[in-house]
Nanobody, 123 residues
Framework: QVQLVESGGGLVQPGGSQRLSCTAS????????MGWFRQAPGKEREGVSC????????YYTDSVKGRFTISRDNAKKTMYLQMNSLKPEDTAVYYC????????????????WGQGTQVTVSS
């Protein structure tokens, strides 16, 4: 049974940093692309970032380029999203996902989802 569990969300001030983690079980993590999505209130869920199975290729949506960094540790079965210089518009529920594909130009649809973790950027 595939399970993805996010952690690390919470309240952070504008300009601050936060790191999200996603721990995977029930499948061989190193065989799959992984990604982060987010959904703000009243908005559609959007792809934020992804990382290929090897970790060589990464993708970031324009609004987070230069501020967010995705990484993975296959030995620990964990993926991370380091978020710096956070803005109020980054407030959303962040979801970890197993992706169909990930490349420098984009990310594929999610195959499995985590339960989500709330990130609130506010003073």
């Amino acid at each position: 049974q595939v399970q993805l569990v996010e952690s690390g969300g919470g309240l952070v001030q504008p300009g601050g940093s936060q790191r999200l983690s996603c721990t995977a079980s029930g499948f061989t993590l190193e065989s799959y692309s992984m990604g982060w999505f987010r959904q703000a209130p009243g908005k559609e869920r959007e792809g934020v970032s992804c990382i290929s199975s090897s970790g060589i290729s990464t993708y970031y949506t324009d609004s987070v380029k230069g501020r967010f960094t995705i990484s993975r540790d296959n030995a620990k079965k964990t993926m991370y999203l380091q978020m710096n210089s956070l803005k109020p518009e980054d407030t959303a529920v962040y979801y970890c996902a197993r992706n169909r594909w990930c490349a420098k130009h984009g990310m594929g649809a999610a195959v499995n989802w985590g339960q989500g973790t709330q990130v609130t950027v506010s003073s």
